[in-house]
């Protein structure tokens, strides 16, 4: 198996130093703090308790990325920290994202997007460099951006594109789509339904999911009637982002069909199956670390602070003004585990990047997939492109 660009690179710099250190001798002494901004939020209620939410998804993952950091800094003098900081449900999110911004410049923001754009707007963090690793809100990545937010999590519409792209590529033309209730539900849903349109693809039939009844005992009889509804179609697309009632769907279904989307084959920034591009050594790492699998957000925390690390190596310096400017260049690349190069866009701040379309077991394909092309970038199939986006600030 081949290494990823940026394995081999990290390897011939600490090859270099070894054999050359007075070459790198002017950028010893580089001090980069960086701050873990959680906002802790109360899950609603589920159907099931099956796959309670980790406490420190997100977390582990940046002091991943902050170990891969330290591997290089200490060959070149940079000192790398990582602080956490958990805002407890209900307080105020902007008031930590101040008193962090009073410590450091670089902040890894988990939480939902309102607390993002608080932040985001705040006087002190206007010259700073915050990335979002939990939000897939589509319009952060719109209209409703910030020139200083950046973001390693992919947008709902990124994860949607990668299925409409396999349904194409399946001929799986007829769709029909079940939607939960909450704002996650909603909005995944009509990311769906965007993508569906992009791709030259219907979704025929709708329902939405309303049934209070205890599905462990009553999926058999529930679904097959709920479903029935929903006439001929080749895959049934779920929209359930919260993980409450799509796991029962499969298997229970008046018709035969594949599911996809938040359930069946899911796609997600990150899989425990994905193995290939040297992904197995992440896996491996993360899970001596967590004593648990790597997940979507834990890859878009490590991703950050990797993205961190990078620059800082590339450029020498720890301004976030530099390292905004390098990060969003043509010159950065980070080595994801994903089989080629990973980039920030531009003209909105997102991490390009693969989507893999995974099932439980194993990874199905990843998108972009062969055949849908750009004249750019592959990547850049996967969400909004530069004229479908109406991110004005980073101009």
């Given at each position: 198996m081949q290494p990823e660009p940026g394995a081999t690179m990290r390897f011939l710099i600490t090859l270099l130093m070894a054999l050359c250190p007075a070459a790198f001798a002017t950028a010893a002494g580089i001090e980069v703090p960086v701050i873990y901004l959680k906002q802790q939020e109360q899950q609603p209620p589920t159907l099931s308790n099956l796959d309670p939410q980790p406490a420190d998804l997100g977390e582990t993952g940046a002091r991943l990325g902050l170990a891969d950091n330290r591997t290089t800094g200490s060959f070149l003098g940079h000192s790398y920290s990582l602080e956490t900081v958990a805002v407890p449900p209900g307080g105020d999110f902007a008031a930590a994202a101040r008193a962090a911004l009073a410590r450091s410049a670089l902040l890894i923001l988990d939480a939902p997007k309102p607390a993002l754009l608080a932040a985001a707007a705040l006087p002190e963090a206007q010259e700073a460099l915050l990335f979002n690793t939990a939000s897939p809100d589509t319009g952060l990545r719109s209209g409703d951006c910030?020139?200083?937010?950046?973001?390693?999590?992919?947008?709902?519409?990124?994860?949607?594109?990668?299925?409409?792209?396999?349904?194409?590529?399946?001929?799986?033309?007829?769709?029909?789509?079940?939607?939960?209730?909450?704002?996650?539900?909603?909005?995944?849903?009509?990311?769906?339904?965007?993508?569906?349109?992009?791709?030259?693809?219907?979704?025929?039939?709708?329902?939405?999911?309303?049934?209070?009844?205890?599905?462990?005992?009553?999926?058999?009889?529930?679904?097959?009637?709920?479903?029935?509804?929903?006439?001929?179609?080749?895959?049934?697309?779920?929209?359930?982002?919260?993980?409450?009632?799509?796991?029962?769907?499969?298997?229970?279904?008046?018709?035969?069909?594949?599911?996809?989307?938040?359930?069946?084959?899911?796609?997600?920034?990150?899989?425990?199956?994905?193995?290939?591009?040297?992904?197995?050594?992440?896996?491996?790492?993360?899970?001596?670390?967590?004593?648990?699998?790597?997940?979507?957000?834990?890859?878009?925390?490590?991703?950050?602070?990797?993205?961190?690390?990078?620059?800082?190596?590339r450029t020498g310096s720890a301004d976030?003004?530099?390292?905004?400017?390098?990060?969003?260049?043509?010159?950065?690349?980070?080595?994801?585990?994903?089989?080629?190069?990973?980039?920030?866009?531009?003209?909105?701040?997102?991490?390009?990047?693969?989507?893999?379309?995974?099932?439980?077991?194993?990874l199905a394909a990843q998108a972009p997939l062969p055949g849908f092309l750009h004249q750019h970038s592959e990547l850049d199939t996967l969400g909004l492109d530069a004229p479908e986006s109406r991110c004005g600030a980073f101009q």
């Open positions: 910030r020139r200083n937010l950046l973001h390693t999590l992919p947008s709902d519409l990124m994860r949607s594109d990668a299925l409409m792209q396999f349904a194409l590529s399946k001929r799986w033309t007829g769709l029909a789509l079940i939607t939960g209730k909450n704002p996650q539900d909603q909005a995944f849903a009509g990311a769906l339904r965007q993508s569906a349109a992009k791709f030259g693809l219907e979704i025929a039939a709708e329902r939405t999911w309303d049934y209070g009844a205890d599905m462990r005992r009553n999926a058999a009889q529930e679904v097959p009637l709920m479903s029935q509804g929903l006439g001929r179609h080749d895959l049934l697309l779920v929209a359930d982002e919260l993980q409450d009632f799509a796991r029962y769907l499969p298997y229970n279904t008046w018709l035969p069909r594949p599911v996809a989307g938040s359930e069946g084959l899911v796609p997600a920034a990150w899989a425990p199956v994905v193995e290939q591009w040297g992904a197995a050594q992440l896996q491996s790492r993360f899970q001596e670390l967590a004593g648990r699998k790597m997940l979507a957000r834990d890859y878009a925390a490590w991703a950050a602070v990797r993205s961190i690390g990078e620059a800082v190596t976030a003004g530099v390292l905004r400017r390098y990060l969003l260049s043509d010159a950065f690349e980070l080595a994801g585990f994903k089989g080629r190069p990973l980039s920030y866009r531009s003209w909105n701040g997102q991490l390009r990047q693969p989507i893999p379309l995974a099932t439980p077991r194993a």
